[in-house]
C-alpha cells in the first residue's frame, strides 16, 4: 500500500509545471483523486477487517500519515480546481477555531527557524486581505507586490506559516484574490516590517 501511495505522490510531483489550461487538466485532477480514493477505501477495509491493537496501530500510523499528505498535496497541486472546494475549504479554516489554533502553537515552537528578512518603509502598509495596517516591528508575509499579515496568509494556504516555508520551492500554495493567479512557494518572502528613517531623522530636525 505505501508502494501506491508513493508512486501516486511521484506522479503528482511530475506535473508542477504541467498547463492548467489544457483540457486534460480535469481529467488528471479527477484521475489523482480516484486513484487516492481506492488506496484510502483499502486501507479503511484493512482497519475494519481486524482489531486494531495497540502493535497495529503503530503499524497503520505511517500508512495514515502518507495517506493524509497525499491528500494535502493533490489539493495544493490543484488549488484552483474546483474554486468552490478552495474557498470552501478557506471558510472552514477560519471558523475551525482548533485548526487555527494548533497552527499558531506550531508557528510559535518553530518559527523561529525562518529568517524573516527586514522590509523597510516609510508608510505602514496596509494587509492586502484585510485593509488594516501592519504595524512596524511585526512580520509578515510577501506575495510578489502584496503583503499579508501572518493571519491573513494562515488563511490562505489553510495550513501553519512553518509549514508553508518548509515546502519545495516549485509547489502550489494557493490562488492569489487579487490576481486570481497560483501562488508557488518561491514567490513568497518572510519579512518583517521596519519602518524606515523619516528626511527630518537623517538630515534633522530642522528640515
Given amino acids: 500500500m505505501i508502494s501506491q501511495i508513493n508512486a501516486i505522490s511521484n506522479d503528482l510531483n511530475k506535473l508542477d509545471n504541467y498547463n492548467k489550461k489544457d483540457r486534460r487538466y ?3 485532477y479527477s484521475w489523482f483523486l480516484g486513484r487516492y480514493t481506492r488506496v484510502f477505501r483499502r486501507f ?3 482497519i475494519k477487517a481486524k482489531a486494531v491493537t495497540r502493535s497495529r ?3 497503520l500510523k505511517p500508512v495514515y500519515l502518507k495517506l493524509t499528505n497525499l491528500r494535502k498535496k493533490i489539493q495544493l ?3 484552483n480546481f474546483p474554486m468552490s472546494d478552495f474557498t470552501t475549504d478557506s471558510r472552514r479554516y477560519t471558523q475551525s477555531n482548533s485548526r487555527q489554533k ?3 502553537i506550531k508557528n510559535n515552537i518553530f518559527m523561529n527557524r525562518h529568517e524573516f528578512v527586514n522590509h523597510y518603509v516609510n508608510d505602514l502598509p496596509k494587509d492586502a ?3 488594516n495596517n501592519i504595524k512596524s516591528g511585526n512580520r509578515a508575509i510577501k506575495v510578489n507586490k502584496s503583503i499579508y499579515s501572518l493571519r491573513s496568509f494562515r488563511i490562505l494556504t489553510r495550513s501553519s506559516i512553518h509549514d508553508v516555508l518548509g515546502r519545495h ?9 487579487l490576481t486570481r493567479q497560483t501562488i508557488r512557494r518561491s514567490q513568497i518572502t518572510p519579512i518583517k516590517i521596519r519602518r524606515g528613517p523619516s528626511a527630518s531623522e537623517i538630515y534633522g530636525k530642522n528640515v
Wanted: glycine share 4%; charged share 30%; aromatic share 8%.
Fill in 77 to 79: 497541486k490543484y488549488p
Fill in 129 to 131: 486581505m484585510t485593509l
Fill in 57 to 59: 496501530k503503530l503499524t
Fill in 169 to 177: 520551492g516549485n509547489s502550489i500554495l494557493f490562488v492569489d484574490p
Fill in 102 to 104: 494548533n497552527d499558531k
Fill in 44 to 46: 479503511a477495509a484493512e
Fill in 26 to 28: 480535469k481529467e488528471l
